[in-house]
């Protein structure tokens, strides 16, 4: 655009003589009272708004920053100078005399997106002088302008409330690690950059340097499943310099951002009573009891992943066996049989930065979980324990037909009744066919088929015999 003092660099420069008349001039016609050569007052600005958008949330005050386009032209429709066949807009503080005074006086007042039409009379264009080469003396200037930008030093980021949850149970701040969705548009409307193209959400740190300050400053506050506009001043986005090839140097930033679910590295399982059996609990889920349990599993956003419903039974699981991660065993434990949850699962104790097969990585998971029943679990390494003193001649006692030797089918069948008989009970959790075989693979020390009287030898025993040993 054409400049005061300085003209454009499509301009020729002028003479310093040649500057300080045309600044004279334009000072005298400036003055108040001041007439035309034919005496009558001075011409002012004309201004012409043949496009109006719809929607204006700001107006170009003097002291703004604005970047706009335009074609210059004179009565004739001769052109002398355009920002279009430079393909670069016009980017300038207004009000402050770097432009000549038509051309502040018609920016004001001025939306992003509008179109004006301004025909400027000499004396607040290049007046008697003109611009050697270039603009004529006492020439009238015509303007077609497109505002597309504008922003002020005082400005700070702007934030409106698209949808906000009615449930709000925690705001992001500084150090969560947040995972949202975005549009980013220039202040025209001109897209630069979507989440949605990229099959993902944008996932980082608030506040720890990662972002641009606006946007950290932008998110801070917002409730999982939030919906926010972010109106971001350049000089906390990317300055003058801009970013790549689609955001320029000096642009106002729109993001619209919804927040899918956010956390802290610290933060530990979330647990929440939603309903408990009227009987009275003597016992709770443990470390070591095999549960089984009904559970609903979404994000925060309340994107359904998985139920147990889906399956039409219960699932199961030892606690403490690394069977289901770790949010959800912990979650399990000091229920009451009937009890009802809710668990909100961080990503470091569910499925991590990875994610899994269904899981986002650094996903927040949401559980609803019912337990339907528990069995108390048995020690580490243990496949069957006596409720009381095994008997006294065990040996003597599996081997049924008295031969001095025990095949898997007598052994099978002495476990199984001191089972049915509530002497002894084998792990939870398992076919108890196989932990039977195991038990037997494990007694029968020579692997020939049989188990003798020199082979049988209590779990409790061994252990003891290998405190001995480290002794």
Known sequence: MLRAGPPSHTL????LLQLLLLLLVQAVGRGLGRASPAGGPLEDVVIERYHIPRVCPREVQMGDFVRYHYNGTFEDGKKFDSSYDRHTLVAIVVGVGRLITGMDRGLMGMCVNERRRLIVPPHLGYGSIGVAGLIPPDATLYFDVVLLDVWNKEDTVQVSTLLRPPHCPR????????????????????????????GGT???????????????????????????????????????????DKIPGSAVLIFDVHVIDFHNPADPVEIKTLSRPLETCNETAKLGDFVHYHYNCSLLDGTRLFSSHDYGAPQEATLGAHKVIEGL???????????????????????????????PGSAVLLFEVELVSREDGLPTGYLFVWHEDPPAHLFEHMDLNKDGEVPVEEFSTFIKAQVSEGKGRLLPGQDPEKTI????QNQDRNQDGKITAEELKLKSDEDQDRVHEEL
């Open 12 to 15: 020729l420069r002028l003479p």
């Open 171 to 198: 705001m992001v701040q500084d150090s969560d690690f947040v995972r949202y969705h975005y549009n980013g548009t220039l202040l025209d409307g001109t897209a630069f950059d979507t989440s949605y193209s990229k």
């Open 202 to 244: 944008y996932d980082t740190y608030v506040g720890s340097g990662w972002l641009i300050k606006g946007m950290d400053q932008g998110l801070l506050g917002m409730c999982p499943g939030e919906r926010r506009k972010i109106v971001i001043p350049p000089f906390l986005a990317y300055g003058e310099k801009g970013y790549g």
């Open 329 to 359: 065993d912990t979650g399990l434990q000091g229920m009451c049989v009937g009890e009802r949850r809710q668990l909100v699962v961080p990503p470091h104790l569910a499925h991590g930065e990875s994610g899994a097969r269904g899981v």
């Open 437 to 440: 075989g195991d038990m037997f």
